[in-house]
């Protein structure tokens, strides 16, 4: 995890993230073998990486207060680091090497704002009723949509 947007020009690209082990990367949460790091910081940690077989999943949660877990296989394996800025963006950078030949992932987020409350609105207006009310086209469409 980070909260260096990796999209910046500016963002610093390490070659390995062994190179993020230093004292200018604790902006860097890292799961690595069965140690979490943030830069020179280093705790042991319940999950090693080095034992995952083929199909585990692994999972990663900030929550709220800053804690970071990560789970397996859905089992939390408990609180990794502490102290996450949950009042800025926050990334995940996957670093795959060894036996890894597919990664995917999945994002379970929170719903927008904007989701809930179409799915609010609909819970009492139908498509039709929705065409009635003044609003600009472009607002009818996303209330009408079904995609999340």
Request: with cysteine; charged share 30%.
């Amino acid at each position: 995890m980070t909260t260096e947007n990796p999209n910046f020009e500016s963002t610093r690209i390490a070659r390995a993230v062994t190179d993020l082990f230093t004292n200018d990367n604790e902006n860097y949460w890292i799961l690595s073998g069965d140690r979490v790091h943030r830069g020179k910081k280093e705790i042991d940690y319940r999950l090693n990486m080095h034992t995952l077989n083929v199909y585990d999943r692994i999972a990663v949660q900030v929550r709220c207060n800053g804690d970071l877990h990560f789970y397996q296989n859905g089992i939390d394996k408990g609180k990794a680091m502490s102290g996450i800025p949950v009042n800025k963006d926050i990334f995940a950078v996957f670093d795959v090497y060894g036996r890894t030949k597919q990664v995917s992932w999945e994002y379970y987020g929170v719903p927008t704002l904007e989701v809930m409350c179409r799915k609010a609105i609909r819970v009492f207006m139908n498509e039709e009723e929705i065409e009635k009310i003044l609003l600009p086209p472009i607002l009818k469409e996303f209330l009408k949509a079904d995609h999340e």
